[in-house]
């Protein structure tokens, strides 16, 4: 794949899959030109090239805000009112540091996450990743649909109609063959996502225990330490999802931005993430003050539950705007999974994958996409699915898979051949593998929770501690065996490079330290995962009996 000539410079290589992913970058709100190499002199210029850039950043983020993530903030208020708000803060440099990693991944090479894995760590990890991806998305997704049925039971509108009517909408946005209409509509639905601040307001839930809440930890005075410790991890893996990597790797490839524009992008997913957090903040707080005092205190049930309590506290509006912007997120949810999807598959087969395309010129694209979202449609629609029992399989194997898409997102940081003066520096491989170390961690407990549902806090505090003092010690040991000196990295002519085309490049130099952690993370995988799989499977035989 070859770029076109700009300004009569012969054509330079790039690794791009699909020539729709080449061109100008066309936003929702303007357009940069592709040979646009100039300065942005003044603050006017910078407003509109950050017009035309925002997006991949905000629609990831503000799609993490899904129906599961109303579902577990919701929960959390409910139940321990807002004692549990400064998970939220802890969670801003974690969600920053991947998805900043994946912005960079995405501009400089051109190639989406699944392909580079394949690419860089053989067959076996690139199948494992895209199965996984599948898989997990295709349960997720459901949970959208489940999110939008609770919201269309809330507002009285029939369930059958209303799950159709949103399914046709999601593939027929994405369906025109138009970058630029698919992200309008993608920001129309984050502008109602803000549907939740006159909630907020209108209840208004004390702003000095709010602040002092999200500064200062604690843990709620009333409640069994091993069920808060399952709701903490449940709101990390709600608001870091693999999906998220996948999605804004190729949402931004298919956007066309490169290295160029990379503080744009950052910014972006800046104000993606604030969005997200004052929205996660807003539904814990505001069902903490709706709760607070009454029978349904400490009993969560559903968000629908939570509709008709904010409703009953704050007036019947209340509770339609609520119902409402659960719907907005779970449609948003609903449509950067299946997106995400679609593009790894595009991405590993080698076929056309890009909303710049319409569908009679790329459909196994949009196959991929509308069969997503009608199965999901479908099985939320079925009497007798275990509903249930789908929601509780994804937190499971989200909770497994997380820490296996970070340490790859991590080692292709550190490819050079790959990132070249982009690639990740010490203290950032630092702080992204104390990250995974705790992911890993948290992912023990969740699934020794699954296996043993009586597992008690004490269980789960050695489990943390013994686990951080094992990465501790081998940390000191490889310090002992192969001191780590790594060398300053050159970041001169930075904006310009871009990774030359796969098949260029030498096979991953994998040090024998890198080749050890994926052994026992492949070991640990077919463990946990198996072992949850199992257990998904009893649960499913008692919900038949």
């Not at 894995?117 to 349960?139: C, E, H, K, M």
């Not at 990379?262 to 929205?279: E, T």
């Not at 790329?362 to 009608?374: D, N």
């Not at 871009?498 to 080749?515: E, F, I, S, V, Y």
Request: aromatic share 8%.
């Amino acid at each position: 794949m070859t770029n076109l000539a700009l300004n009569g410079a012969p054509p330079r290589a790039t690794a791009h899959l699909d020539d729709a992913h080449l061109g100008d970058i066309i936003g929702a709100f303007g357009t940069i030109a592709r040979d646009d190499t100039g300065t942005r002199p003044n603050w006017r210029r910078k407003l509109m090239t950050l017009a035309a850039i925002i997006g991949p950043g905000l629609i990831v983020m503000v799609g993490d805000n899904d129906a599961g993530a109303f579902g577990t903030y919701t929960q959390a208020g409910q139940n321990y009112g807002t004692s549990l708000l400064w998970t939220l803060l802890l969670l801003v440099p974690v969600l920053y540091v991947n998805q900043e990693m994946v912005l960079r991944l995405g501009a400089v090479t051109g190639v989406g996450h699944a392909r580079l894995i394949f690419q860089r760590f053989g067959r076996f990890w690139g199948a494992f990743s895209v199965i996984d991806l599948f898989l997990l998305n295709a349960l997720t997704i459901v949970t959208e649909f489940i999110g939008i049925t609770l919201g269309l039971d809330h507002l009285g509108v029939p369930k059958v109609a209303g799950v159709a009517v949103a399914a046709v909408l999601i593939v027929a946005a994405a369906s025109t063959g138009s970058f630029r209409r698919f992200e309008r509509f993608m920001m129309v639905l984050v502008f109602g996502s803000l549907l939740l601040i006159p909630v907020a307001l209108t209840i208004h839930p004390p702003a000095g225990q709010i602040a002092h809440d999200v500064l200062i930890p604690g843990l709620p005075a009333h409640g069994r330490l091993s069920e808060v410790m399952l709701l903490i991890i449940a709101i990390v893996g709600t608001t870091v999802a693999p999906w998220q990597l996948f999605f804004q790797q190729s949402y931004l490839i298919d956007k066309r931005i490169g290295p160029r524009f990379m503080a744009y992008s950052r910014i972006d997913l800046w104000v993606g993430i604030a969005v997200v957090i004052v929205g996660g903040v807003a539904m814990m707080a505001f069902t903490a003050a709706a709760f607070a005092g009454t029978a349904g205190a400490g009993h969560f049930t559903d968000a629908g539950a939570v509709a008709r309590g904010i409703a009953a506290h704050g007036g019947r509006l209340m509770g339609v705007l609520f119902a409402v912007a659960l719907i907005d997120a779970s449609i948003i949810g609903a449509s950067a999974v299946s997106l995400s999807t679609a593009y790894a598959i595009g991405d590993t087969f080698g076929i056309r994958h890009s909303l710049h395309r319409s569908p009679r010129d790329s459909i196994a694209f949009y196959l991929v996409f509308a069969g997503l979202i009608a199965v999901a449609a479908a099985l939320v629609l079925i009497p007798g699915t275990p509903l249930g029992l789908l929601t509780n399989a994804v937190q499971s194997l989200a909770g497994v898979l997380l820490p296996s898409a970070t340490v790859f997102l991590l080692l292709l940081c550190n490819d050079k051949a790959v990132l070249g003066p982009w690639r990740n520096g010490r203290w950032l491989n630092l702080f992204t593998g104390a990250v995974i170390a705790v992911l890993v961690l948290l992912s023990v407990i969740l699934t020794a929770s699954v296996l043993v549902p009586d597992l008690g806090a004490g269980a789960m505090l050695w489990i943390l501690g013994g686990g951080l003092g094992i990465a501790l010690l081998g940390l000191g040991v490889q310090q002992l065996v192969a001191p780590v000196r790594a060398a300053p990295i050159d970041r001169t002519g930075r904006d310009d490079w871009r990774m030359p085309p796969l098949d260029t490049l030498a096979p991953a130099a994998l040090r024998r330290g890198d080749k050890l952690w994926l052994t026992v993370l492949r070991l640990y995988l077919v463990v946990a995962g198996g072992l949850v799989l199992i257990r998904i499977g009893q649960l499913a035989l008692t919900h038949q009996l």
